[in-house]
């Protein structure tokens, strides 16, 4: 089982960029997935989640408007897509997937926000 992240760099404040999450090993098309983020020193907090034939979207307050998550199925890819970044925004970005009591993580990616 792969979960493989990419997409993330460095960004100056207000730009966008979009993170890719390839996945393989699983049936991806049975996996709810989703988008966390972990800052040093903080918990692992939630950023974007989406259903297993992608109906349902759900983000956290601070992303609602800027942040988009969709997937592909049949490329067994899920993105995010961030746009209007802040300096709050850096840190790693983790890839998620779940379905009922099976789950897995990506190795994450950094995305930096600076001028």
Not at 8 to 29: D, H, I, K, N
Not at 43 to 50: K, N, Q
Not at 75 to 96: F, R
Request: charged fraction near 15%; proline fraction near 3%; glycine fraction near 10%.
């Amino acid at each position: 089982v792969q979960l493989v992240e990419s997409g993330g760099g460095l960004v100056q404040p207000g730009g966008s960029l979009r993170l890719s999450c390839a996945a393989s090993g699983f049936t991806f098309s049975s996996y709810a997935m989703s988008w966390y983020r972990q800052a040093p020193g903080k918990e692992r907090e939630l950023v974007a989640s989406i259903t297993s034939a992608g109906g349902s979207t759900n983000y956290a307050e601070s992303m609602k408007g800027r942040f988009t998550i969709s997937r592909d199925n049949a490329k067994n890819t899920v993105y995010l897509q961030m746009n209007s970044l802040k300096p709050e925004d850096t840190t790693v970005y983790y890839c998620y997937a779940q379905h009922v009591i099976s789950y897995y993580w990506g190795q994450g990616t950094q995305v930096t926000v600076s001028s």
